[in-house]
């Protein structure tokens, strides 16, 4: 019987698989970090509008306004990852 430690959210997981999304977490936290101290934190990278607040505090490390992650996101699953 597997312990809820092996689950993610119902899901079991892999450790490598764990660390591999833990790195990517990382390096987004490291690119909103670099656009911060550059100036850019809270621009969308795609279209240079402005990130909104209600965004940035769900979600710290966007680097893409809502409506450009959701063009993002139906262009993935449009080709299918």
């Known amino acids: 019987m597997e312990t809820s430690s092996n689950y993610d959210r119902g899901k079991p997981q892999e450790p490598l698989t764990k660390l591999i999304g833990g790195v990517a977490v990382i390096k987004k936290i490291n690119r909103a970090l670099e656009r911060l101290n ?14 909104s607040e209600e965004r940035l505090k769900a979600r710290p490390m966007a680097a893409l306004c ?11 699953k ?3 990852l």
Do not use: H, Q, T
Not at 38 to 51: H, K, Q, Y
Not at 68 to 76: D, G, H, I, P
């Open 38 to 51: 550059n100036g850019d934190f809270g621009v969308c990278e795609e279209c240079g509008r402005e990130i």
């Open 66 to 76: 809502i409506e450009c992650k959701r063009v993002e996101e139906a262009e993935e």
């Open 78 to 80: 449009i080709k299918g």
